[in-house]
């Protein structure tokens, strides 16, 4: 793993109260993510880097909730960010998910693949070249972040131990590991970048 610190950006997807246990789409210990993505937004931006975080933020009657549980409504307390998230050296928050008819689980992209949701530009224009990724969930948003994230040329890296997945179907959040792995996205533990970061 080859990083330089100043040109990396931490991208936190999606740690909201309702992804956590409890949580209208509960994902399985999602709250587990907060800790090793708390010591890893500290190390970088303390070492030039920085930090971002995504909100699914839906609209009351979004067309996901077609596919799944009511969840993220805008302004209501499972759309807030997990208590246990460190958002001090968080500097950019894209929120994703608000067009009615279009729901977003890439950081970078609305579901068609083209709607931008200005992350992109912002990251460019600051020279970032590296992109680590950890959040919720590995199956869904973190898996279309990180596709999305190598797709535009960045070196992505996603946090082992920082992701966990809502494994629908049975056996997705798996497949969503196989597929990063082909496309050239690296796996490496909160630890392992730590003790680069050093
Ligand atoms: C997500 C389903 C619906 C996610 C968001 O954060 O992975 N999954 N909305
Ligand atoms: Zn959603």
């Known amino acids: 793993m080859n990083i330089n610190p100043n040109r990396t950006l931490l991208l936190i997807v999606d740690v909201q109260n309702d ?32 930090a971002a975080a995504t909100q699914d933020w839906h609209n009351a009657e979004h067309s996901s909730f077609l596919q799944w549980p ?60 590296t992109v680590i990724i950890g959040g919720l969930a590995t199956d869904y948003c973190v898996l279309y972040s990180a596709m999305d994230s190598r797709r535009l040329g960045f070196n992505t890296i996603v946090v082992t131990d920082a992701i966990r997945g809502v494994n629908q179907p049975e056996g997705s959040a798996e497949k969503a590991i196989e597929t990063m792995k082909a496309n050239g996205i690296q796996f490496y533990t909160s630890q392992e970048i730590l003790d680069i970061l050093k």
Do not use: M
Request: charged content about 20%; overall charge negative; glycine content about 10%.
């Open 19 to 50: 992804f956590c246990p409890g949580g209208a789409l509960a994902v399985n210990d999602g709250d587990a993510v907060a800790a090793p993505l708390n010591a890893l937004s500290a190390a970088l931006t303390a070492r030039g880097g920085r």
């Open 70 to 129: 009511c969840h993220c409504v805008q302004g209501t307390k499972g759309a807030e960010f997990h208590p246990n998230l460190d958002l001090n050296p968080v500097t950019i928050i894209i929120r994703k998910g608000f067009r009615q008819e279009l729901d977003s689980y890439s950081a970078f992209f609305e579901n068609d693949s083209s709607t931008a949701t200005g992350l992109e530009g912002c990251i460019k224009q600051t020279n970032i070249e």
